[in-house]
């Protein structure tokens, strides 16, 4: 595998918890041209419009005290929530942008499906249900809980602001695209569509409303793909065997299409990404929050085993997808530009699955697919704009500049402006941004997530030396480290400021800016011989009874 395609690989994996954000960064997304109008697919999104605005309407009858806005009220099950972190995952680049991976490069791309797949829930189950027992709202809750309130908040809140906000961005920016592509609609008018429904979810339903949405996405996501798998499968009487036969037949890989490739042709880049992908996961603000919306620990660990068979079986369905379209598309002169089999599939390479549905299931099964990408857009914006508006009203306003003393309604008051601000943020940088490539705010996003956030979080949970000092000291470490790995990379230094070569050859920052931080929180605590952090030190044994039983826990409120 040569670099080009390591990278393209590698920027489709970054694509997976993603929406749309690596699809836009991709050539074939960049290339894409507007389509006809989908009335199919318009016509279907509407409906959903239409139900998620009914649920944002009920919850906002059930959204009335600050637990309620921020998680729900604790009142999630596991299942749903299982279903609404699966959500997360099982993203519109998931469904096309793998899928056409499969389709091109074959078993390489179902051996990133893993190497991704297996490192998430070990990381989870080691923090689903200490992040319950300990965490409130925000997983400030946690880092701050025996160290400095406002200094650890407001480090951990700039290292959220910033993942939320570049991932909202690459978002913002994947969307108008995708929808030029499926709908047919401008992108301004994509991205007004976008914001606005955002920020009715968030503002008025909180997290009761941006749950629901995530969940009717996943069920619709899983609909979809299952039934364009189950219709392609018919065409080779369901046998695997007969599909993975023709296949290498008629691939230009012939039987190597079940071989891995040079998958670590460039191990550093894949290492790298690989371990911002697993970890910075784990530091995500968003994927963080949804733990706290269940009943107990007992319900967050259900919600990541539920989550895990959500997604792996999801994984497999867009694999046979893929490896069906080798056959149903790749043989259909209809799908290429000028009918030309060797030529370039009508829409850019990411269009694969849009392709096959149409092709097994006609206009309808097109439209359906189509909708179902722009509501998972929607579903994952909303759940960021969340996030982002909670490390600004909880740890930011409530904690830091009133120290504790906000009354509960002006909290949510001030997160509802918080949310609005990020929407037209997020509109007006994506307009902004239209033109660019955004590849770098994915793994910028990442990367801070694995070297700011999660660092500090998980020796938080299980370090009983760290202090106020060591967590300031690797927490911004990783965040500054992180951004300045991208920046100097190909992704920003020749790619943005169009410089001739990288200062720092890699793509992705996680291997260098995880392990400073790491390095710096431990070095730094070690060293810190304070009489504050000697107490933050022995307030370790109180947080260790908390994490274990989940006295003191917030309670479920019931919905």
């Known amino acids: 595998m040569n670099a080009s395609r390591l990278s393209r690989l590698a920027l489709g994996l970054a694509s997976l918890p993603l929406s749309a954000a690596a699809l836009a960064a991709g050539p074939a997304m960049e290339a894409a041209q507007k389509q006809p109008l989908n009335l199919h697919a318009i016509g279907m999104f509407f409906v959903f419009v239409l139900m998620t605005l009914g649920i944002t309407y009920w919850a906002a009858s059930r959204t009335k005290s600050a637990s309620d806005f921020y998680t729900a009220g604790g009142g999630i099950t596991g299942f749903q929530n299982g279903l609404a972190i699966a959500g997360d995952y099982m993203s519109a680049a998931t469904l096309l942008g793998l899928t056409a991976m499969m389709y091109a490069q074959g078993v390489d791309a179902y051996i990133y499906m893993i190497a991704f797949f297996v490192g ?31 200094k650890v ?22 969307a108008g695209q995708l929808i030029k592509l499926l709908f047919g609609l401008d992108y ?9 429904l955002m920020m009715v979810y968030v503002t008025f339903g909180g997290m009761v409303a941006t749950t629901w949405v995530q969940i009717i996405k996943a069920c619709m996501l899983l609909l979809g793909g299952t039934t364009v798998m189950l219709l392609a499968l018919s065409q080779f009487g369901f046998s695997f065997e007969a599909l993975a036969t023709r296949a290498m037949e008629v691939h230009k890989l012939g039987p190597k299409l079940f071989n891995p490739g040079s998958l670590l042709a460039d191990p550093v880049t894949a290492i790298s990404l690989g371990l911002g992908l697993m970890f910075g996961t784990a530091g995500l603000p968003h994927i963080l ?64 699955a849009m392709h096959l549905a149409h092709a097994v299931g006609g206009n309808l099964l097109l439209g359906f697919l189509s909708a179902v990408a722009f509501a998972t857009i929607l579903a994952v914006v909303a759940g960021l704009a969340l996030a982002g508006a909670s490390a ?23 997160s509802k402006f918080a949310t609005i601000g990020l929407g037209v943020v997020a509109v007006l940088l994506g307009i902004v941004f239209e033109k660019m490539n955004v590849a770098f705010m994915v793994a910028l996003a990442f990367g801070v997530a694995a070297s700011a956030n999660f660092p500090v979080l998980i020796l938080s949970m299980y370090w009983k030396g760290l202090t106020t000092r060591g967590a300031l000291a690797g927490g911004y470490l990783g965040l500054f480290s992180a951004v300045t790995f991208v920046v100097l990379s190909k992704s920003v230094w020749v790619d943005v400021l169009g410089n001739a070569a990288p200062i720092f050859p890699w793509t992705q920052p996680a291997l260098f800016s995880m392990p400073l931080a790491f390095l710096a929180t431990i070095v730094v605590s070690l060293l810190d011989s304070s009489h504050k952090a000697r107490s933050e030190r022995e307030a370790f044994e109180d947080q260790y009874v908390r994490a274990q039983t989940g006295v003191g826990a917030a309670s479920a409120a019931a919905h």
Not at 120 to 147: S, V
Not at 153 to 174: D, E, H, I, K, P
């Open 120 to 150: 998430w829930p070990i990381i989870l189950f080691l923090m689903a249900e200490r992040l319950r027992n300990l965490g409130k709202f925000t997983f400030a809750d946690i880092t701050a809980y025996r160290l400095d309130q406002g």
């Open 289 to 352: 929050m949804r733990f706290f919306t269940v009943t107990d620990a007992k319900e967050a660990r259900k919600s990541v085993l539920y989550a895990s068979g959500i997604i792996a079986y999801f994984f497999n369905v867009i694999a046979l997808m893929g490896l069906a379209a080798i056959l149903i598309v790749g043989q259909n002169p209809q799908y290429f530009e000028g009918g030309d089999l060797a030529g370039k599939i009508v829409g850019g390479g990411n269009m694969v």
């Open 153 to 174: 908040r407001t480090m951990a809140a700039v290292s959220s602001l910033t993942v939320v906000c570049f991932y909202l961005v690459a978002q913002m920016v994947g």
């Open 188 to 196: 301004t008018v994509a991205l007004f569509v976008v914001g606005a």
């Open 392 to 414: 600004i009203s909880h740890d930011i306003y409530a904690r830091v500049i009133m120290k504790g003393r906000a009354s509960e309604t002006t909290e949510i008051r001030v």
